[in-house]
């Protein structure tokens, strides 16, 4: 080798340029192109004219233009459209695997998970999808130097280019008004999930009611509380309230469910509310809507927080309560009052990695009973059935429907493999619920219990390409909003109603709604927020309670 050619200076490295006007368009295009997957498959089913699609695809290409274009000033376009790339990516996995869509709601749910429930979402597939559609553009996007003009220029040039695509949307809406409003009036699901838009704008306002719910200050609900009407026995009364899980009332051999998922229930004499809803479609909603006074209708995450609850009516009324939690919190319920999380405890017997089977709470349930010393309540809130990792939720001797599905990836599995291991996590519930049973029913010599179990939302099992839960209310189908409701009395509290009364209610219409009431009827609390006509049991007592 020659001394010229060793002393030849290397090439620079040459870094591709692009305006700026170029670049906001081509990451329109891939955004609206690769990340939106869910929303255009929806789209083509939804519209019968396909003319008048193509006319909204194309508007809304435009649209998306538009926008990016209007950001592509210096220093701000490129941490706009790097930001966008990775919110699509992550938002397209959840919508093109589970039908997830991605509201304010669901944005909480995120924000209150734990570690290890996020770790059964944030698998190998998902790091890979996130690398080919976030990372690897995100680069490019760093990589290329962007031209831009001075600002007068740009103002110029970037109106130039955003009217006219303006105007083209327009007219992209005009020529196929009626086609476009019949779908979006119809399908209210389609824009919730036009990716990155909405679930970044959820983020926003996420984020905006975070800020503001720091000052709010729960109003008392109940002063006037008081336990009337004690047991001829003179035994405290205890009421055992078990929040399920996941469970969802179409998997349940008690409502007509093919196959045997609640042996041990059967066999215990227990009532079965089979047309139960819940409030809401995930936790962070039906949890402290169904503890508190208010309604679906009439709840909502801040009227939540600015009201008190069930548990502290209790509270007014001098009844101990506490909350044992196997799950990711209360969700504000029991902030006033005991609470115990199974799950920080980390027992070794029944949890690995902050993550534990419930059978630890039933397991302590006998201590708790030995101290009772007056009217009280315990919540149990279970970590039930919750997904997608089906199968860590019960102990092998519960998979008896078998192949089970042994991976968070859902989709990786045949559905019927997906079905097995979830009923199987209903098996492990049908046993946990029949065990709490069992332990009050043995200490009814020193306490007259009643037990309910309700479940906090169902879940989605692939039924119309949807998986797990949170879908808004308006929109969720059946599999996510009916629930399992059990009711088993004591001797002495099943004394006091009536038995053919409560058989026929067991079939009527039921909700979350009604275990405020319920609840406050069965520990026989007298104040002004109880109403009879919204306790299961209020028309069936036959020594009415002095609630009334």
Known sequence: MSITSMSRPARPFVRPQIGSVTLAVLGAIYLIAFTNRTFFTRAYSYFDNHLALAAFALGLTCLFAAFTIAVSVKYLLKPVLILMIFCAASASWFMDRFGTIIDVDMIRNAAQTTPSEAGHLITSAYLLHMTIFGLVPALLVCWVRVEHRNFLSKVRWNLTAIVPLILVALACGVSSARSIASVTRLHKDLILTLNPFLPIGSAVAFALASEADKNIVAQPLGTDAKATSPLPSGKPRVLVIVTGETARAENFSLGGYGRETNPE?????????????????????????????????????????????????????????????????????????????????????????????????????????????????????????????????????????????????????????????????????????????????????????????????????????????????????????????????????????????????????????????????????????????????GACRKTQSTNS
């Open 265 to 537: 229930l059967g066999k215990r004499d227990i009532t079965y509310f089979s047309q139960t809803s819940s409030c809401g479609t995930a936790t962070a909603v039906s949890v402290p809507c169904m503890f508190s006074n208010l309604t679906r209708r009439g709840y909502s995450h801040r009227a939540g927080l600015a009201n008190e609850n069930l548990l502290d009516v209790f509270g007014h009324a001098g009844i101990k309560t506490e909350w044992w939690d196997n799950n990711t919190g209360s969700k504000a319920v029991a902030d006033r009052t005991t609470y115990r999380s199974f799950s920080d405890e980390n027992d070794p017997r029944y949890c690995k990695d902050h993550e534990c089977l419930d059978e630890g709470m039933v397991a302590a349930l006998d201590g708790w009973l030995s101290n009772i010393k007056g009217d009280s309540v315990l919540v149990l809130h279970q970590l039930g059935s919750h997904g997608p990792a089906y199968y860590q939720r019960y102990t092998p001797e519960f998979a008896r429907f078998t192949p089970e599905c042994r991976t968070g990836e859902l989709g990786t599995c045949d559905r019927q493999a997906v079905v097995n291991a979830y009923d199987n996590s209903i098996l492990y519930t049908d046993n946990i619920v029949a065990s709490v049973i069992d332990r009050l029913k043995a200490r009814e010599d020193k306490v007259a219990p009643t037990m309910i179990y309700m479940s906090d939302h169902g879940e989605s099992l692939g039924e119309n390409g949807l998986y797990l839960h949170g879908a808004p209310y308006i929109i969720a189908p059946s599999q996510q909003t009916r629930v399992p409701f059990v009711l088993w009395q004591g001797s002495e509290i099943k004394a006091s109603v009536d038995a053919s009364c409560l058989s026929k209610r067991a079939d009527d219409e039921a909700s979350h709604d009604n275990l405020f009431h319920t609840a406050l009827g069965i520990m026989a609390v007298k104040t002004a927020v109880y109403n009879p006509d919204l306790d299961v049991l």
